[in-house]
């Protein structure tokens, strides 16, 4: 009921009375009264004025699932939103919807999460209403192998989402860092259940810091897309930019089922190549050359011995030799 009075507000210009409200909806005063508090809880802008009824001034920075939906234009990514106000992990929460038989395109959008995941085990930093927390059930006809080049999509997506809203300039750093000048805005954690020779599915996580202030120690390296851009933005449009520039790459790619289609877009995005990097996997570091992006997304180096070697994402870092980047 709260969902239908915000509706009729939202329709409404002028102020509307309880009466009319109550009449329309077929709720109780009370009932109108009680749906306009909790809203007003949740943060909407609404005016009450004696004898004129209520009015919807602004709607805040709200993510929840009918404001998402309302402005999301997509066929499949986001028909089911699941939003919390607070959650463990999007990505963990996803994968139990998955394994319950959620659909394909099934969103999780939590406004905080308290146990944030990054890559091998690290923590995501993600503080509530200040970022994007959030995880799309995929469920490609791909081997497993292939899983990680979703995250090479969800970058693009990302950049090109962020771009369109905000007019910020990404870049990606191979393979699921998305940074606006050197610092990291952005961060992509793609799991997966599968088999050996197909996927069940793919749970591709997205955080973005957009209106952060101030990080917490220890994340000189990160930045907001606030801090950037020198103004607030709406969470629900950088959603709504990043869904649809995924959907529209995703059903190309279900279809082909390699990202041959989007290799040169990608390799214009990214920073991490034609240059030396620094190599981390859990046994060693070392330094090479970053040449190129395999058409399976993986990074072409050459070590130290002047021989070409190829690095998977999941199992390394790569690192600028004289900082993050
Ligand atoms: C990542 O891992 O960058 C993947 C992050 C994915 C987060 C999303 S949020 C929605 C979904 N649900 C989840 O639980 N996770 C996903 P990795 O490349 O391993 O980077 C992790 C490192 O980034 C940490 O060790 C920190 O150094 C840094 N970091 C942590 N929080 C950050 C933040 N908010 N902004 C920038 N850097 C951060």
């Known amino acids: 009921m709260k969902e239908k009075v915000l509706e009729f507000l939202k329709s409404q210009k002028e102020y509307i009375s309880g009466e009319e409200i109550s009449s329309k909806l077929g709720i109780t005063r009370a009932g109108v009264w009680k749906n306009i508090n909790k809203l007003k809880e949740e943060g909407y802008n609404i005016e009450s004025m004696t004898r004129k009824g209520y009015r919807l001034k602004t709607t805040p920075d709200i993510v929840t699932k009918s404001e998402v939906s309302s402005i999301i234009q997509t066929k499949v990514l986001g028909k089911d939103i699941r939003y919390y106000e ?192 620094k190599i981390i996997t859990h046994q060693e570091e070392y330094t090479a050359y970053a040449k190129d992006i395999a058409k399976d997304g993986s990074l072409v180096i050459i070590n130290a011995e002047g021989q070409e070697e190829t690095i998977f994402s999941g199992e390394v870092s790569v690192r600028g030799l004289y900082g993050y980047i």
């Open 86 to 277: 607070q959650i463990n992990s999007t990505n963990d929460m996803a994968k139990t919807l998955a394994r319950e038989n959620a659909a394909e395109g099934t969103v999780v959008i939590a406004d905080r999460q308290i146990a944030g995941k990054g890559r091998l085990g690290k923590n995501w930093d993600s503080p509530g209403k200040t970022g994007i927390w959030m995880s799309m059930i995929l469920k490609p006809d791909i081997l497993p192998m292939q899983a990680s080049q979703l995250t090479l999509l969800a970058g693009l997506s990302v950049c090109e989402g962020i771009s369109r809203v905000t007019g910020l300039e990404c870049r990606i750093k191979w393979p699921n860092d998305v940074v606006i000048n050197g610092k990291k805005v952005c961060g992509i954690l793609t799991e997966m259940n599968a088999e050996l020779d197909g996927v069940n599915y793919i749970v591709v996580g997205i955080g973005i810091n957009v209106n952060t202030k101030d990080f917490p120690e220890g994340l000189s390296h990160a930045t907001s897309l606030s801090q950037e851009g020198g103004k607030q933005y709406m969470r629900r449009y950088i959603i709504k930019g990043v869904l649809e520039a995924f959907e529209k790459d995703y059903m190309i790619y279900k279809t082909q089922r390699n990202i041959g289609h989007f290799l040169q877009r990608y390799k214009d995005y990214c920073i991490t190549l034609n240059s030396d990097v």
